[in-house]
């Protein structure tokens, strides 16, 4: 008798999730075209992510030195301290000033999620996409920054 249970509860299992199985097929098929449908705009996206890199000609520059070997340099312009370029891995990218609570000086290029974050002693670069820091400890010893950190790069010499 517990044998026959047995078997039957084994057929009703099985007889479930073979009914489970072909249900699960029929949304795979559509979420294929739906998938196909969706490559043209991820390709349009990235078109659109491509801006002209700033002009820096006339702006200030300021290098800095990070940890790992890693460095970058800063573009400011007196006449607009709402905006920075910075030059990373040999390309230059516009960042525009946040407002923040703390103090610290936050630069922001959303399209291609950049984040720096200027304080005091050092400076800070974020990958916002990818959620980790590209760049920590960045100084520089230019000894006129002080008086440009507060209206752009937020980031002060380290003696």
């Known amino acids: 008798m517990k044998l026959l249970s047995f078997i039957s509860l084994a ?12 249900a699960v097929e029929a949304p795979r098929s559509k979420t294929k075209s739906t998938a196909k449908a969706a490559k043209p ?4 996206a990235t078109k659109e992510d491509d801006e002209p890199e700033p002009d820096v000609a006339s702006h200030k520059n300021f290098d800095y030195k ?6 970058l340099t800063m573009y400011t312009n007196p006449e607009d301290a709402d905006h920075v ?9 516009r960042l ?10 936050r630069f922001e290029n959303r399209k291609s999620g950049f984040v720096w974050i200027g304080i005091p002693a050092k400076g800070l670069l974020l990958d916002s996409h990818k ?6 400890e960045c100084k520089t010893e230019a000894a006129s920054l002080a008086e440009v950190n ?10």
């Open 11 to 22: 057929f009703a299992a099985c007889t479930i999730l073979v009914a489970n199985a072909h």
């Open 41 to 44: 705009a991820a390709t349009q």
């Open 66 to 71: 990070c940890e790992l070997g890693n460095s």
């Open 85 to 93: 370029a910075m030059r990373w891995k040999k390309r230059l990218y």
């Open 96 to 105: 525009t000033k946040v407002d923040t609570t703390t103090g610290a000086v």
């Open 131 to 136: 959620g980790q820091q590209l760049a920590n």
């Open 150 to 159: 507060s209206s752009a790069t937020g980031a002060a010499p380290v003696k």
